[in-house]
């Protein structure tokens, strides 16, 4: 049985590129955190209204979920042995809303804002007092994208919160929750689900 969900999120427009500061799924009627990631940078989620006009001012509003937002759902739903109710919280390394990491790592205008954000963002994610922190950013390799996963690391390290994630080649690198390759996608599920349900957390 499908567990019905709702996907919210807050956009906004800078020189002609598209922001999004934030986004959670929300179960039930419930506002309290489930639980949250921290993944690269969002992907072609988009307002459920085609008439939500993006601009530079923060516009919230419901969104039409995309593949990662479906199979986070998905994950959640196998892993939670009681009905969900609340909010799970998706935070992103950088704001730049491109569906290509390895082409979003590369454009020079998302730097300047990754830096101006994070501090907001990073903020917020200490107020939501969530139970946990999925960490999925991915294997892209970048000296500012490294600084990015150190600074959200240091947090998490002064936080009591638990870490669930499926490491990577290297320290710093968690995998994305929605591989590309099906093979690749059924183990990464099987792993994290396995992870959360017997609550195995690992040290970061």
Do not use: C
Not at 67 to 95: A, D
Not at 161 to 171: L, M, P, S
């Amino acid at each position: 049985m499908k567990v019905k969900f709702q996907a919210f999120g807050t956009f906004y427009k800078r020189n002609g590129y598209i922001y999004r500061k934030g986004a959670y799924l929300q179960f039930g009627n419930l506002s309290k955190s489930i639980g949250s990631t921290i993944m690269l940078n969002p992907g072609e989620a988009e307002f459920l209204s085609k008439s939500v006009v993006i601009e530079e001012k923060d516009v919230t509003g419901e969104l039409k979920p995309d593949k990662t937002m479906k199979q986070l759902v998905n994950i959640l739903q196998h892993s939670s042995s009681i009905p969900l109710n609340g909010r799970f919280h998706i935070y992103n390394l950088f704001s730049l809303q491109n569906t290509s990491s390895k082409d979003a790592v590369k454009q020079k205008e998302w730097w300047q804002a990754a830096y101006l954000n994070n501090a907001e963002i990073m903020n917020q994610f200490q107020k939501e007092n969530h139970p946990w922190v999925l960490l999925a950013w991915s294997t892209e390799k970048n000296k500012n994208l490294e600084k990015l996963k150190e600074a959200w690391l240091r947090l998490i390290k002064t936080m009591d919160i638990k870490v669930f994630g499926v490491r990577a080649n290297g320290k710093q690198q968690f995998y994305h929750p929605n591989p590309r390759i099906m093979n690749h996608r059924e183990q990464y599920f099987q792993q994290i689900v396995q992870q959360l349900k017997n609550d195995e957390n690992i040290v970061v």
